[in-house]
């Protein structure tokens, strides 16, 4: 029920909010600097006080355009940190995030995100980290740890998993991402570091049941 335009005017970004319910005008306008270090914030209408006024979906669009200068990458993705190994599984609506983190949830195990994830690098390693963007799994924590794997997920008959590299794995990487597409500089970051995480972390397809086998097949991969 939500929707958000991007102008650029003056120098500076115009961020707004537009419901696509109401015959009223948009209530929330974000005035951002060029180099997005400052802002200002506008709300018209009826606005209720306990409304977040940078809530969904300006905030992750915010968070685009902050992470394609050079900063990350935001993913479809369920995040897992199984003890200190970080498994990152990106799947697009339907493929299964939410239930690969009901599979996972157990005692030694924190679910980061079922729907939303970022990764950055940090002093020469990949890492991810979690954020308050949840699917269906409300579970969620703000920790990041290094990524150690990498998984595209699909349901299937039987726990399976093919690797992925180059080209293919790039493109996968890309798919399942939120690109800044009105932006050639930042969409040549996003390709640049797609490239990179092809390059670094192991990529796999990965084909599962709905049940706790998942685990220990992971693990051993």
């Known amino acids: ?18 419901s696509l ?27 209720p006080q306990d409304v977040d006024p940078l809530g969904y979906p300006l905030n992750q669009v915010l968070w685009i355009l902050l992470l394609s200068r050079g900063r990350g990458l935001l993913f479809h993705a369920c995040g897992i940190d199984d003890d200190g190994k970080g498994y990152l599984f990106l799947g697009n609506s339907g493929d299964g995030k939410s239930t690969t983190a009901k599979l996972w949830f157990a005692p030694g195990i924190t679910i980061l995100n ?77 390709i640049d570091f797609c490239q990179h995480l092809a390059g670094t972390i192991p990529c796999y397809e990965l084909t599962f049941v709905r049940d706790g086998s998942i685990i220990d097949f992971v693990r051993n991969i």
């Not at 029920?1 to 537009?18: D, R, S």
């Not at 319910?21 to 009826?46: M, N």
């Open 1 to 18: 029920g939500q929707t958000w335009a991007l102008f650029k005017c003056a120098g500076k970004y115009i961020l707004q909010n537009t």
């Open 21 to 47: 319910h109401s015959e009223i005008s948009p209530s929330r306008f974000l005035f951002l600097a060029s180099d997005l270090k400052t802002g200002d914030l506008y709300v018209t209408g009826d606005t």
């Open 114 to 190: 079922d729907d939303r994830i970022i990764v950055r690098e940090n002093k020469g390693q990949i890492w991810m980290y979690g954020t308050p963007w949840h699917g269906d799994f409300k579970e969620h924590s703000s920790r990041g740890l290094p990524l150690h794997k990498i998984f595209f997920l699909r349901h299937g008959r039987k726990n399976a998993c093919k690797a992925k590299s180059g080209a293919e794995a790039v493109s996968m990487l890309l798919t399942r991402s939120f690109p800044p597409f009105w932006d050639r500089e930042g969409m040549a970051f996003t």
